[in-house]
């Protein structure tokens, strides 16, 4: 599985806790702009809470095994290093921003630019000097083990030529 499955999984996660959540608030018996502006509310809380806890993953994200980084010129950074709290919250809050006012077309855009580049960058990646790495070759290998300079290697992945 590729950084653009992980990624389109780990969005796909979090929309899907934001609608679960969402789904509390309908039967409320309450008036419909507040509906409105408290459905907007966990859109965002769901979306950037986690970011305020710096570990630079999403619920979604951490399911994924992605973890959001400072941009380096190296394709398999040697070093992960989470930008701060707030770096990561306004990146999270413009990404919120254009899919609202792109009515989710913002999505689509930024997957055709992250399959077509080698290290997986959207748009909101450019603007905050950001990247997702994954943190394992497959979702149910564990984070925790200790990688080596091979193990590195191997998680670039096989070129035909080998």
């Known amino acids: 599985m590729n950084l653009f499955d992980r990624r389109l999984r780990a969005f796909s996660i979090d929309t899907s806790l934001t609608f679960f959540l969402v789904l509390f608030v309908i039967p409320l018996n309450i008036e419909a702009n507040s509906k409105k502006y408290i459905v907007l509310a966990i859109y965002f809380v769901v979306a950037l809470v986690p970011y305020l806890f710096g570990t630079g993953q999403s619920f979604g994200k951490r399911v994924q095994k992605l973890k959001v980084i400072k941009d380096t010129k190296e394709l398999v950074p040697t070093t992960l290093v989470v930008p701060n709290r ?25 997957g055709i630019v992250s399959t077509n580049r080698e290290d997986g960058r959207t748009i909101h990646d450019f603007i905050f000097k950001t990247r997702v790495v994954v943190l394992t070759r497959y979702v149910t290998d564990r984070t925790e083990m200790r990688r080596t300079s091979s193990a590195e290697n191997s998680l ?3 070129s035909h030529n080998d």
């Open 86 to 110: 707030f770096y990561l919250v306004l990146r999270e809050f413009v990404k919120c921003i254009f899919i609202i006012l792109s009515f989710g077309l913002y999505i689509l855009v930024a």
């Open 156 to 158: 670039k992945g096989y």
